[in-house]
């Protein structure tokens, strides 16, 4: 509880701020810096600070499953309200809204069916629904950027891109570089985030918004930019966390915990699930604080 204190207190005390700040002072990096890319970035090296879970090595970090009911219903509840933020952040009902929605829903359902032959065709063997969520929630992400930029031809091709770079991510952070990301931020939301991101200087259509890519003929300007917000989204997700930070655990309070050496719940209590101990903790703690009843 003193750990998540501190955390919070150096979030909304500095995150935020200097966020806002940042953004204040320098008006094209809040047009181009990737929020995906960002938070992949930051989850990838959070992840590396503190460490592996006790049963890493037996499941490459993919743990079976709780419910795979309950995961569905979420994945739906995410995926049907992605539309209304997504859709919504034109703030009127026209163009950009129904290219934003069209091409969100099709990069999701491109992605998971790019999984799906990808797992199924080599291996002949059934692919896993888990595995297929993810990847269409990579769609969703990676498409964020660029859904109200692009036609729908170009967001199945950036679909198509996003799925690879998912699965690369994938591989080769967890299965190389033995980096414990246990929700694949950095995989789901990252990876895709820096295709979306580039995807918007090369197939970017002013046919909607925004304007022209390389594709239709708008040089490398646009090009440049969203390279250049994707270098300083890594730069800011990655190196410079403790200063500047949005929606994540700041790198400060992280390493603090670690140097403290309690960044890890006991053996005991990730074996029972933090979940369940928790909730007994304070169920038992509130049955010694009631008082008995008397008839």
Request: glycine letters at 12%; charged letters at 10%; aromatic letters at 10%.
């Amino acid at each position: 509880m003193g750990n998540y204190c501190v955390i919070f207190f150096l979030h909304s005390g500095f995150g935020h701020p200097r966020a806002g700040c940042i953004a204040g002072v320098c008006r094209i990096l809040q047009q181009v810096l990737p929020f995906m890319l960002l938070l992949g970035f930051s989850s990838l090296v959070c992840a590396s600070i503190l460490g592996l879970r006790r049963d890493f090595h037996i499941h490459r970090g993919e743990s079976p499953y709780v419910s795979l009911p309950l995961t569905c219903i979420g994945a739906t509840m995410l995926w049907t309200g992605w539309f209304g933020f997504n859709g919504g952040s034109a703030l009127q009902a026209g163009t950009g809204a129904v290219c934003a929605v069209i091409n969100l829903q099709v990069a999701a359902a491109v992605c998971s069916c790019c999984f799906l032959f990808s797992h199924m065709l080599p291996t002949i063997k059934k692919a896993s629904l888990i595995a297929m969520i993810n990847r269409a929630i990579a769609g969703l992400a990676g498409i964020t950027p660029t859904s109200g930029y692009m036609t729908v031809h170009g967001a199945i091709v950036c679909a198509i891109f996003i799925a690879i770079c998912a699965n690369l991510s994938v591989y080769l952070i967890k299965h190389k570089l033995w980096i414990d990301d246990a929700v694949d931020v950095s995989s789901i939301n990252g990876a895709p985030g820096l295709v979306g991101a580039i995807f918007i200087g090369l197939a970017g259509s002013s046919e909607f918004n925004g304007a022209d890519g390389l594709v239709y003929g708008g040089g490398v300007k646009l090009f440049g930019l969203q390279c250049l917000g994707n270098i300083v989204a890594a730069a800011m997700g990655g190196c410079l966390g403790p200063f500047y930070f949005t929606h994540h655990w700041p790198l400060l309070p992280i390493a603090s915990i670690r140097r403290r050496g309690t960044r890890r719940a006991r053996s005991r209590t990730t074996k029972r699930g933090c979940m369940v101990v928790t909730s007994l903790i304070s169920w038992e703690k509130h049955i010694a604080d009631t008082p008995p009843r008397t008839c």
